[in-house]
């Protein structure tokens, strides 16, 4: 029995989501299909995360088991040519048999885009939120900066969020501008379910003069989902990238079972 680990990327946007459902079409099922057809066998693919219907990921991690001889350089290709055209394997490696994808995450990167030309892009429509007054970014810059750190980020998180407790570390959130496009990358140890599309919604508030930038210090000491903004729409976000800390390859992770997160996920 072997574990490997692999590297995908998708386009959310025909997806109800990552994780199996029981109805409509998710990534997770698309994936275990295509590696039964390649191995005959029926196994369960573990996510490094949840993304939600209509969220992408350029850098989604997940591991799997199995008795199966292919050699490990050949999965990625094996499996892109039964995969449909919206997900594509981008790379695979053997991990230790311990190594949990969800469970060993140290880091992940998310990245929410929103379209600020007056007309948006047709052709990356279904990947950024079209947004075509001004706004002010230095606000937002100003008040995203205040989310960084340790905080228990209920305000910021679905109200049907199943976790015991909300409590997540940030350790960089910045804005950066190509073109047109405005892009808010957060990386943290964890996310909650909403967490950065809620965060994304109220920063739009402040962008719109309809809150300051402290308001978001004053939302977060709240712990209440009813003090920040509305929910940004799910296309527009991407999750990134997902960090193993030293894990690099075949060596196995330094684990530390602080900061391994049960998250709801966006």
Same mark, same amino acid.
């Given at each position: 029995?072997r574990?490997?680990?692999v ?16 109805? &409509?079409?998710? #990534? ?5 299909k295509?590696?039964h ?12 995360g949840?993304?939600d /219907?209509?969220?992408?990921a350029?850098?989604q #991690? ?9 050699? %490990?350089?050949?999965? /990625?290709?094996?499996?892109n040519?039964? !995969? ?9 490696? @053997?991990?230790p ?11 992940? %990167? ?6 600020? @030309?007056?007309?948006? @892009? ?8 079209h947004?075509?007054?001004k706004l ?14 340790t905080h228990d980020f209920?305000?910021? %998180?679905?109200?049907h ?19 047109g ?6 990386t &943290?140890?964890?996310f !909650?379910?909403?967490?950065?599309r809620?965060?994304?919604? %109220?920063?739009?508030?402040?962008g719109q ?14 712990k ?6 509305p929910? /940004?729409? /799910?296309h &527009?976000?991407m999750?990134?990238? #997902?960090?193993y ?7 196995a992770?330094?684990f ?5 997160i049960?998250e709801d996920?966006?």
């Amino acid at each position: 029995m072997r574990n490997i680990g692999v590297k995908v990327s998708y386009d959310g946007s025909g997806f109800n989501g990552f994780q199996s459902q029981p109805y &409509g079409r998710t #990534v997770q099922d698309e994936i275990e299909k295509a590696i039964h057809h390649l191995t005959g066998e029926k196994i369960v693919i573990i996510g490094s995360g949840r993304t939600d /219907a209509g969220v992408h990921a350029m850098g989604q #991690v997940f591991n799997f088991h199995t008795a199966s001889t292919i050699p %490990t350089e050949r999965w /990625a290709i094996a499996l892109n040519t039964r !995969l449909p055209k919206d997900i594509i394997i981008l790379d695979a490696w @053997d991990v230790p048999m311990e190594f949990h994808s969800r469970r060993s995450a140290k880091r992940k %990167t998310y990245r929410y885009t929103i379209e600020t @030309d007056k007309f948006p @892009d047709v052709f990356a429509r279904s990947y950024r939120f079209h947004h075509p007054t001004k706004l002010n970014v230095a606000a937002m810059e100003e008040g995203l900066a205040y989310l960084v750190g340790t905080h228990d980020f209920t305000s910021y %998180t679905s109200i049907h969020s199943t976790k015991p407790h909300h409590i997540r570390t940030i350790y960089e959130a910045y804005f950066r501008q190509e073109g047109g496009a405005l892009h808010m990358y957060i990386t &943290g140890n964890g996310f !909650l379910y909403n967490m950065v599309r809620v965060i994304m919604g %109220t920063l739009l508030w402040v962008g719109q003069g309809k809150l300051k930038p402290g308001d978001m210090n004053r939302i977060l000491e709240g712990k209440s989902r009813s003090l920040a903004g509305p929910t /940004a729409m /799910a296309h &527009g976000l991407m999750l990134m990238d #997902v960090e193993y800390g030293d894990w690099s390859g075949p060596v196995a992770p330094s684990f530390d079972e602080s900061s391994q997160i049960d998250e709801d996920e966006e």
